[in-house]
């Protein structure tokens, strides 16, 4: 029973930062209808951008500030470089084609072809050395009865559960939210009430961008190592995640994450973990094959 | 080796046979498949004699490998217009069933010890080794299949990535075929054909393997049976109505371009004497799309060109980085430690495909074929009967 | 159709719907907009299951399993109010591809190129001749549909739901967006497909004249119920017919 406890703690710890990816997935998709598979590979940036601005601003040779200061300020450097990075994909790569007019397979295309660029540009321009992100906090381990976790573990689910409670505000209770509702139920209408539809896009790039930022840096205070291809995994995981929630539902991106996780570390509990990933990509396709809408999701029907 | 006797019998009929199919295509004036005939023969001789070097002949099969690849993804993504990202999965398929099957037969192996028939036989089964390997990357198609009727393009992108990714991470598991250390043994299959013959086997193959899958899919296109996957592509409901059993269309032709990506990858497994599974991941499947969006989907001829072409620019790349690096290195402002590491490779194939999505996204040839653009070639190609 | 009742979610598409369409004989369906003709058809053709009540066609009855195409091998064939042509190919293309259930070949006999194969091309093709001859379409065999003109491409979506072999023809709006000399050439095309073929035509149809004109009984319905039923002269003189036309006040 502890362990099972134990486990589920680690499962809400791991679900957050799937939870966070998939809000980004969530959110793009919700806006544009377009997957974003480069989303994964936004992480892994937000990661790498965490490593250089820790870095230089902790050492000597760059500001040698204190760990306390550099972990708030690298918390925001990161998020906003991040979000920077998103933007400029969504400039240089997908309004082109939204300008165009393109079928919605080029754009995709396109999307996943950005996310192997990330990957593979990282690894050629970086080298295959494997990057370390500096201590920022002070670890301190928690005992609550049997179960252990770390201040870290804690600060992650936190950071997870405000983050959606801020999207979820924002998008249901303010006006920028009510126009990014609005793109997703008919992107032309919108033009002709007056709301310009790159703003919102581009808004809507900021913070799932920047939100994806905030989860990489999280991730790699968790587990410091970083090296190029750790976003695709996490990203396809994350992507279940948000299709099983049902994509295009922040409340769905937000409890899939959750979900998902819940049974990875249930089945590596039991299984060898070599097959979580089959299992997670195997759930993935039932329930596209039963439910493809997801949890939260609304079917979508032709007219005849 | 077989009795003198045998083998001269064997070169006889291998004369023949040839001689017929000459003496066939001149009668009925198919220039383009007298064309492929005498350069197949040309370069099964320039393997032979040693003509080309050795490196220039390997990128030929390469890019006969190609060719098969790209063409087999094009029925379903070009001509049924959906979104099949996964398609070296069903390769990779190919390749391992194919291996091991000829492996087992044929040589020596870690598995079952002793080949299970005499290796002498190896190049009359080869064939069945190929048709069989095609057989189940088209039962895996099946099962891929299935998914995309209920399925937008999107998440068919998504369901042919995931089955990718499964079907590798399931072979890396299994270790009777060596799990992440990959299958070796397929040198001593093409060691065993030698055995019987010393000719050029794999080149061979590969060319007949071209021919024979090109042949397919041009027959099956231009027939009014395959007239109905761009009919569903197109217009679905009308599909249905006009009586097209639109998910048997999808099925076919899912398994079709999935047995014959199998056919590819059993080829691509007996050139090389290992292979790994890891290898035919998602840069494997993105390279088969960009011969597909590069050529035009569609577009049959264009597959076929883009895939030559594909073949030939990684060939460039292979020289033109470290002479990219050298020339970056003597730019003031470039470190010593930089290199255009060939890992760039990655990074520009995908790029290509994203320039030709903004630039153009018909690719060469559109959704027609080269004889449309030149018609005065329509006169000599008539691969294949049209009534 | 017996009594059908059509749900869909909350909504009440059809209630008591019943029909009978006998053999050679022109029937049309008019009603206001929303009234749920296109549902009866897409019913009839099977992409809608009924929610209660019966269809049956040519003596079997549909059950849950039942696919359009099926529908379609039995001898019923449709054409739909927005124009569905297959526009990247040739109209040709269109009427060959439309006799896909007659076609008596299979994968391997394509790829071998065998007799089969070629004695049934020929047949498909000679057919597909045949039928762009009769509807004054030979001119267009190898355009693409997209580059017609309106009239044209209403004309090869006849042609090619004629191409099925049908027993039944379902028209949904065949005079939709045509102009007054077209829809003299669709009435003639019409009544000339119906004496020689002999089959039953069911049309839905707002323009009067058309529906006038060619049918023998007319089905009124409005928000998903039967109104009336009879002949022209019956319905043209019917008030309830007028109300739901034209409204209270012109009674």
């Known amino acids: ?304 | 080796m077989l009795p003198l006797f045998v083998q001269t019998v064997l070169v006889i009929l291998g004369v023949l046979c040839i001689g017929y199919a000459i003496k066939r295509v001149i009668k009925q004036k198919k220039i383009d498949c007298l064309v492929f005939l005498l350069g197949g023969l040309v370069l099964i001789f320039a393997e032979y004699f040693a003509w080309i070097d050795g490196y220039w002949l390997s990128v030929i099969k390469f890019m006969g490998l190609n060719i098969i690849f790209a063409t087999s993804l094009n029925l379903v993504n070009g001509y049924m217009g959906e979104f099949s990202c996964g398609h070296a999965g069903f390769m990779c398929v190919g390749a391992y069933v194919g291996g091991l099957i000829s492996i087992i037969l044929f040589t020596k192996n870690k598995m079952l010890g002793a080949p299970l028939l005499p290796p002498e036989l190896a190049p009359l089964l080869f064939p069945f080794v190929l048709a069989v390997a095609g057989g189940v990357a088209a039962l895996f198609g099946l099962l891929v299949a299935l998914p995309s009727f209920k399925t937008r393009d999107d998440y068919l992108a998504i369901i042919t990535i995931a089955a990718n990714y499964i079907i590798i991470s399931l072979i890396i598991n299994i270790d009777f075929v060596g799990g992440p250390r990959g299958l070796t043994g397929m040198r001593g299959v093409v060691r065993a054909m030698e055995g019987v013959a010393d000719i050029p086997w794999m080149m061979i193959w590969t060319l007949l393997g071209v021919m024979v899958t090109t042949m397919m899919l041009y027959r099956l296109v231009n027939s009014t049976l395959g007239k109905g996957i761009p009919a569903v592509c197109q217009n679905e409901v009308a599909a249905e109505i006009m009586s097209v059993n639109t998910k048997k269309v999808k099925l076919v032709a899912f398994m079709v371009s999935a047995g014959i990506a199998g056919v590819a990858g059993a080829l691509y497994a007996h050139m090389f004497s290992s292979i790994y599974a890891n290898s035919f991941g998602i840069m494997k499947s993105t390279e088969a799309m960009v011969m597909v969006y590069l050529g035009g989907m569609g577009s049959l001829s264009g597959s076929v060109l883009a895939a030559i072409m594909f073949t030939l620019l990684i060939e460039l790349l292979r020289f033109a980085l470290p002479a990219m690096s050298d020339l970056a290195h003597m730019l003031p402002f470039v470190p010593n430690s930089f290199n255009i590491s060939q890992e760039w490779k990655w990074v520009i194939i995908p790029l290509i495909l994203i320039l030709l999505m903004q630039f153009r996204p018909e690719g060469l040839l559109g959704n027609r074929e080269l004889t449309d653009a030149f018609p005065k070639l329509k006169r000599l190609i008539s691969f294949g009967k049209r009534p | 159709m017996k009594e059908v009742t059509q749900r869909f979610g909350g909504l009440i598409a059809l209630t008591d719907f019943s029909i009978a369409v006998d053999d050679h004989t022109l029937v049309g369906l008019i009603g206001p907009n929303g009234a749920g003709k296109t549902t009866v058809f897409n019913l009839a053709s099977g992409f809608y299951h009924a929610t209660e009540g019966q269809i049956i066609f040519n003596g079997q009855t549909y059950d849950k399993s039942l696919e359009p195409y099926q529908v379609t091998t039995m001898g019923m064939a449709r054409t739909f109010q927005n124009i569905r042509l297959w526009n990247d190919m040739t109209v040709l293309d269109n009427i060959c591809v439309s006799q896909y259930h007659r076609l008596g070949y299979g994968l391997i006999d394509a790829w071998l190129c065998n007799e089969r194969y070629s004695r049934e091309e020929k047949r498909v093709r000679q057919k597909a001749a045949k039928i762009l001859e009769i509807m004054e379409l030979g001119d267009v065999a190898n355009e693409f549909p997209k580059n017609l003109p309106y009239g044209l491409q209403r004309r090869v979506e006849l042609a090619r739901a004629l191409s099925t072999d049908p027993k039944l023809l379902l028209l949904d709006e065949p005079a939709a967006g045509l102009n007054s000399s077209d829809v003299d050439g669709l009435i003639k095309h019409i009544r000339w497909i119906f004496d020689e073929f002999k089959i039953a035509i069911w049309m839905i149809e707002h323009q009067m004249k058309v529906v006038m004109s060619l049918c023998q009984h007319i089905t009124v319905v409005e928000f998903g119920k039967t109104i009336a039923k009879g002949t022209p002269q019956e319905i043209q003189s019917n008030p309830d017919v007028i109300k739901a036309y034209l409204g209270d006040e012109n009674v």
């Open chain 1, 1 to 304: 029973m502890d362990y099972l406890l134990q486990q589920t703690l680690n499962a809400l710890q791991w679900g957050s930062f799937y939870a966070l990816i998939a809000l980004g997935y969530t959110l793009v998709y919700g806006v544009l209808r377009l997957i974003n598979f480069a989303h994964g590979d936004i992480f892994m940036v937000g990661a790498y951008i965490s490593f250089f601005v820790a870095t230089y601003l902790l050492s000597s040779d760059g500001l040698g500030l204190s760990p306390q200061n550099t972990l708030w300020l690298t918390i925001v450097l990161t998020m906003v470089l991040t979000a920077l990075v998103g933007v400029t994909l969504e400039r240089i790569a997908y309004r082109p084609l939204r300008r165009k007019g393109a079928h919605r397979l080029y754009v995709v295309i396109t999307a996943l072809m950005c996310g192997l660029i990330l990957e593979n540009g990282n690894l050629a321009l970086l080298g295959a050395t494997k990057r370390k992100l500096p201590e920022l906090i002070d670890k301190t381990v928690y005992s609550i009865g049997p179960l252990v976790i770390t201040n870290l573990k804690v600060w992650v689910i936190v950071a997870a559960v405000l983050v959606f409670l801020f999207l979820q505000i924002m998008v249901t209770r303010t006006k920028v939210g009510m126009a990014m509702r609005a793109v997703s139920w008919d992107r032309f209408a919108l033009p002709l009430m007056g709301i310009p539809l790159d703003s919102v896009i581009v808004v809507t790039f900021v913070l799932g961008s920047g939100i994806a930022g905030l989860g990489g840096m999280l991730f790699a205070m968790c587990y410091p190592n970083l090296e190029p291809y750790m976003g695709a995994m996490i990203g396809w995981k994350a992507f279940i995640a948000a299709v099983v929630g049902g994509i295009g539902d922040i409340r769905g991106a937000f409890v899939g994450g959750f979900l998902l996780a819940f049974v990875e570390i249930m089945v590596v509990a039991f299984l060898p973990s070599t097959y979580m990933d089959l299992f997670s990509f195997t759930i993935l396709l039932l329930i596209l094959w039963v439910r493809p809408t997801g949890i939260f999701g609304m079917p979508q029907t032709t007219k005849i």
